[in-house]
DNA sequence: GAGTGGTCTAGACCACTGT
DNA sequence: CAGTGGTCTAGACCACTCC
């Protein structure tokens, strides 16, 4: 005998996924549900919760339970650092023009409205390990948040952190108010005698915690990627550390591994 | 006046996080933390449910709310096609001591357990896109499955696709009995005359499915990671496709770009 | 103001895990 | 068998959305 929530989650499932219950409809009202299929209140809200922590139906309050529209989805390929490297030397002008993000989104500048907040901080152990200097040592700490125009929240937010002593061999760059920098921290790193060999990035998922949910402006039943990318430079020394925080259902991350020939 | 249930969890939460409620260390019983909050059942069950949503509890009936102690990762790295493309053409008994996995793992073959199941199936509107051929063409599916000698669960299911007219140029091709092929896929595709030329690799995540937490074994409150490799062959042709679904809480997906020289 | 979901209570009974 | 979480009910009152 089948448990009751499971088999109103499994029907309103069905009729969700045959397409009976389209992206943006409105569910029957819980009370309705309640007379559909004589059950108490409780009941249908379970079978309801279990529906919005996979990701199909979205609780709005006041207004009723929402079939969930597929979100656009972003792309960020990993072309973005050859592109960005190009770019670093190239005379100012050009370098303002766009942007990595923009490269990856094919949006223009203005389409984009990017927030930059420095402060240093001390290397933990973990850092301090990817780093491969001691506990302690000072570090730039640099957040970023990117978002469109029309939205409220960023889909992106990064925890960037790059040697402190490195960074303040140009003054500039402890200034957030340069932000947005441009030519990115490729040429930020240029400017300081940096040439980076390779970027490895590290990605795995999670559920979001409450903060990251108001952060990204996320409903609950979606997942969030966990990025570390690390810039390590052609003396492999490892110059930047950067934590990347991106809303599962609307990016796409894109990795092309080219192969040697035969 | 903030919600019952949002303080309790919040409170509970801190304790997890500071180190008070260690890993793997049981919560209280719900009544006791009902007599502790001064709230009913159901409250203290929202709190926890909350809780294990942010994968940051597991319910275990019958004994009791457990601190989620944090799962090995398994590394896996995109240098894979590369060091599977060299070996492609070696003499079979070399390919034989490894396989892809193995090389991202650091483990021997006999820890792992493998499994493949081969069926026919007709490209759908999605496949048929990426492959560039018409709706209803033949592919041939193959869905694989590893996962630790002593673990139940899989820590990997991928379904593979080829064009059907491709791999039956070589029969063998065709048999699962076959598997696991040493050499893997590239040395398949080789015996059929095709050389890739790269990979790409689309990666998102979301909350799983019912039937994904069953296949992967997962509790609630983890989130998996779904990618889609595209191989293409020096004549730029997709040659494979493959959905690989990889539960969040034990993946870590590794990608390294090398950058060219200034 | 009508309709809808959100929070909370009190309590009954079932099912699983351990000793 | 004791202890623990899982399922379900019936009903009160609050908060948000939209007309």
Same mark, same amino acid.
């Given at each position: 005998?089948?448990?009751?929530? /499971?088999?109103?989650?499994?029907?309103?499932?069905?009729?969700?996924?045959?397409?009976?219950?389209?992206?943006?409809?409105?569910?029957?009202?819980?009370?309705?549900?309640?007379?559909?299929?004589?059950?108490?209140?409780?009941?249908?809200?379970?079978?309801? %919760?279990?529906?919005?922590?996979?990701?199909?139906?979205?609780?709005?309050?006041?207004?009723?339970?929402?079939?969930?529209?597929?979100?656009?989805?972003?792309?960020?390929? *990993?072309?973005?650092?050859?592109? /960005?490297?190009?770019?670093?030397?190239?005379?100012?002008?050009?370098?303002?023009?766009?942007?990595?993000?923009?490269?990856?989104?094919?949006? %223009?500048?203005?389409?984009?409205?990017? *927030?930059?907040?420095?402060?240093?901080?001390?290397?933990?152990?973990?850092?301090?390990?990817?780093?491969?200097?001691?506990?302690?040592?000072?570090?730039?700490?640099?957040?970023?948040?990117?978002?469109?125009?029309? =939205?409220?929240?960023?889909? +992106?937010? %990064?925890?960037?952190?790059?040697?402190?002593?490195?960074?303040?061999? +140009?003054?500039?760059?402890?200034?957030?108010?340069? /932000?947005?920098?441009?030519?990115?921290?490729? *040429?930020?790193?240029?400017?300081?005698? !940096?040439?980076?060999?390779?970027?490895?990035?590290?990605?795995?998922?999670?559920?979001?915690? !409450?903060?990251?949910? =108001?952060?990204?402006?996320?409903? %609950?039943?979606?997942?969030?990627?966990?990025?570390?990318?690390?810039?390590?430079?052609? *003396?492999?020394?490892?110059?930047?550390?950067?934590?990347?925080?991106?809303?599962?259902?609307?990016?796409?991350?894109?990795?092309?591994?080219?192969?040697?020939?035969?």
């Amino acid at each position: 005998m089948a448990k009751a929530y /499971e088999r109103i989650a499994d029907d309103l499932r069905g009729q969700i996924r045959t397409g009976q219950l389209q992206p943006g409809a409105r569910l029957p009202a819980e009370t309705k549900l309640v007379e559909q299929y004589k059950k108490s209140l409780p009941t249908i809200r379970q079978a309801l %919760s279990t529906l919005q922590a996979e990701g199909l139906i979205e609780k709005q309050h006041g207004r009723g339970n929402i079939v969930r529209k597929p979100r656009r989805l972003v792309e960020r390929r *990993n072309d973005r650092h050859q592109w /960005e490297k190009d770019r670093a030397r190239e005379p100012e002008p050009k370098r303002r023009e766009t942007g990595a993000t923009e490269h990856d989104t094919g949006l %223009s500048v203005s389409d984009l409205v990017f *927030n930059a907040e420095y402060r240093t901080t001390e290397a933990g152990p973990d850092l301090a390990q990817v780093f491969g200097v001691p506990e302690g040592t000072q570090l730039l700490e640099r957040i970023f948040r990117t978002r469109y125009r029309e =939205e409220d929240a960023p889909f +992106n937010v %990064s925890h960037s952190y790059l040697l402190y002593d490195l960074a303040a061999k +140009n003054p500039d760059l402890l200034d957030e108010s340069y /932000e947005p920098w441009p030519g990115g921290t490729q *040429n930020q790193l240029h400017t300081v005698g !940096v040439e980076l060999d390779r970027v490895e990035e590290r990605v795995t998922a999670r559920p979001p915690t !409450v903060e990251e949910i =108001e952060d990204l402006g996320l409903t %609950s039943g979606t997942a969030i990627l966990v990025l570390r990318k690390v810039c390590i430079d052609i *003396n492999d020394r490892v110059v930047e550390v950067c934590d990347v925080t991106l809303p599962g259902d609307r990016t796409e991350m894109v990795f092309t591994t080219p192969l040697a020939r035969w």
